[in-house]
């Protein structure tokens, strides 16, 4: 198998706000997220601020996000956020690096770093069922395909065997 990119996660900051908003105005990223629809300024705004503000990690709705960086640039960012069933994980990856493994790296990296912040290895994401690509890059990483709701596909990653 091809070596996959090197990416590097780290918090992410107030100084990735306009890569993000980038990424979350371009119809291309946003095709399977939400209704379908770029993100407006205000929504932009409004999940950069939720994603800065730090809340506790233990309180429901508190989300971390990860800037992943290649040889120091921007690729893509993952996202985390504490759900009553688990934590919620979601990774976007800039399309001019589409088709690298950058998502493959990212999710690697995140699948260390977030069970490490929350202390809890319960995650999951929710894919749109046309979203091939990604329902892959799970299934390929040990998430099992479960029932999901409201048109989207539910991913949980299944314990390691001791
Ligand atoms: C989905 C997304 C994260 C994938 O990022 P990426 O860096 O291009 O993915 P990778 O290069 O790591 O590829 C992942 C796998 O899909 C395969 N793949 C990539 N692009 C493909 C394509 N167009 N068609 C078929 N397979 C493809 C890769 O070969 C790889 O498979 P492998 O593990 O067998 O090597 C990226 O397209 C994205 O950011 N989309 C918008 C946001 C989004 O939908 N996020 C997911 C929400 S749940």
């Given at each position: 198998m091809p070596q996959l990119p090197s990416v590097t996660l780290q918090p992410f900051q107030e100084s990735d706000a306009a890569f993000f908003a980038g990424m979350a105005s371009d119809e291309r990223v946003t095709?399977?997220?939400?209704?379908g629809r770029p993100w407006d300024r205000q929504t932009i705004e409004d999940r950069v601020r939720a994603a800065l503000?730090?809340?506790?990690?233990?309180?429901?709705?508190s989300s971390r996000w990860f800037l992943a960086t290649e040889t120091g640039n921007r690729v893509g960012i993952v996202v985390s956020t504490r759900k009553d069933d688990g934590i919620e994980i979601g990774y976007w990856v800039s399309p001019e690096h589409w088709g690298r493994g950058i998502a493959g790296s990212m999710l690697d990296g995140a699948l260390t770093t977030i069970p490490e912040v929350y202390?809890?290895?319960?995650l999951f994401a929710r894919v749109d069922p046309a979203n091939t690509v990604s329902a892959k890059l799970l299934t390929r990483r040990g998430f099992q395909h479960e029932a999901g709701e409201c048109g989207l596909d539910r991913y949980t990653l299944v314990p390691a065997k001791p």
């Open positions: 095709r399977f997220i939400g209704d503000a730090e809340e506790a990690l233990d309180l429901a709705g202390d809890s290895r319960e």
